[in-house]
């Protein structure tokens, strides 16, 4: 099998040597040729990747459906609403096989969580500064309102995985703020609630932990067990085998983009 992969980040170079140690080749396509995509899907691929600035998702992965290949797609999903009607029309009209990359979903410490709890508090927060060494924060996307940036959509893995445990959402409502220079023009910290149909989840999400943390403390026997999320790249891995198994068998994956448009619409709203 064949993968081309849209950007050639740290997201797209560690899901090229993934999908070459399970056996599928790659071709990474940086910004640098990124005027010559179209030539260079004409070569044929089995699978797309879409691994670029958040503002750029739904444009490429038109491209990709254009060209009907099988799409997986880097969350958020988008950013803004331009182009997804007509993404999703595409899709559909080709049947293709999607799915946006919400690694959490394959963590042991997601799948304990018992989708029948009353109530769940989850946490993320990392000072921005340090999220990717060697370089200018504020020059990232996550800083950028432009590039499609904010904690918001950003650390949208928690609000994924809620949605993934609990089911359907009757109810969102959130706080953004910005409360420091850690970015340009985008939100810093969010707090807020998801109701379900039988489970309440607050959470908050914010660029400025001095330490890494990432936990959630479920209501289990009238008590709230903190659970700490140990992630490594086997999450990435399973994530992979489950999409190259699904394009195999042309069946469709969980978290396509109709699913992950349900949560967009909720959170954008």
Same mark, same amino acid.
């Given at each position: %099998?064949?993968?081309?992969?849209?950007?050639?980040?740290?997201?797209?170079?560690?899901?090229?040597?993934?999908?070459?140690?399970?056996?599928?080749? @790659?071709?990474? #396509?940086?910004?640098?040729?990124?005027?010559?995509?179209?030539?260079?899907?004409?070569?044929?691929?089995? %699978?797309?990747? #879409? !691994?670029?600035?958040?503002?750029?998702?739904?444009?490429?992965?038109?491209?990709?459906?254009?060209? *009907?290949? $099988?799409?997986? !797609?880097?969350? $958020?999903?988008?950013?803004?609403?331009?182009?997804?009607?007509?993404?999703?029309?595409?899709?559909?009209?080709?049947?293709?096989? @999607?799915?946006?990359? !919400?690694?959490?979903?394959?963590?042991? +410490?997601?799948?304990?969580?018992?989708?029948?709890?009353?109530?769940? /508090?989850? =946490?993320?927060?990392?000072?921005?500064?340090?999220?990717?060494?060697?370089?200018?924060?504020?020059?990232?996307?996550?800083?950028?309102?432009?590039?499609?940036?904010?904690?918001?959509?950003?650390?949208?893995? +928690?609000?994924?995985?809620?949605?993934?445990?609990?089911?359907?959402?009757?109810?969102?409502? =959130?706080?953004? /703020?910005?409360?420091? /220079?850690? @970015? /340009?023009?985008? +939100?810093?910290? #969010? @707090?807020?609630?998801? &109701?379900? *149909?039988?489970?309440?989840?607050?959470?908050?999400?914010?660029?400025?932990? &001095?330490?890494?943390?990432?936990?959630?403390?479920?209501?289990?026997?009238?008590?709230?067990?903190?659970?700490?999320?140990?992630?490594?790249?086997? %999450?990435?891995?399973?994530?992979?085998?489950?999409?190259?198994?699904?394009?195999?068998?042309?069946? $469709? !994956?969980?978290?396509?983009? &109709?699913?992950?448009?349900?949560?967009?619409?909720?959170?954008?709203?």
């Amino acid at each position: %099998m064949k993968a081309i992969i849209i950007g050639g980040g740290s997201i797209g170079q560690r899901h090229s040597l993934n999908l070459n140690n399970l056996g599928v080749s @790659t071709r990474i #396509v940086d910004i640098d040729e990124i005027n010559n995509i179209d030539n260079i899907l004409k070569d044929g691929f089995d %699978m797309g990747f #879409v !691994c670029t600035p958040n503002i750029n998702h739904i444009e490429q992965c038109i491209k990709l459906a254009h060209h *009907n290949i $099988p799409i997986f !797609c880097e969350k $958020p999903f988008y950013t803004t609403i331009k182009g997804v009607d007509e993404l999703l029309s595409i899709v559909n009209s080709k049947q293709l096989i @999607t799915m946006v990359g !919400c690694n959490l979903r394959f963590t042991p +410490e997601i799948k304990w969580i018992n989708p029948t709890s009353k109530y769940i /508090n989850v =946490y993320f927060g990392y000072d921005l500064k340090k999220w990717r060494p060697g370089t200018n924060h504020l020059k990232s996307y996550s800083a950028n309102k432009h590039l499609g940036g904010g904690i918001l959509l950003d650390a949208i893995h +928690e609000l994924d995985y809620l949605y993934f445990k609990f089911g359907n959402i009757k109810n969102i409502s =959130y706080i953004k /703020n910005k409360l420091t /220079n850690i @970015t /340009n023009d985008v +939100e810093d910290i #969010v @707090t807020g609630r998801i &109701e379900f *149909n039988d489970t309440i989840a607050d959470f908050t999400l914010n660029y400025l932990s &001095e330490e890494y943390q990432r936990y959630y403390d479920v209501l289990d026997n009238g008590v709230l067990k903190r659970t700490n999320l140990q992630l490594d790249n086997q %999450m990435y891995i399973e994530e992979i085998k489950y999409f190259i198994n699904h394009v195999k068998s042309n069946t $469709p !994956c969980m978290n396509n983009f &109709e699913e992950a448009n349900i949560l967009l619409n909720h959170i954008l709203q």
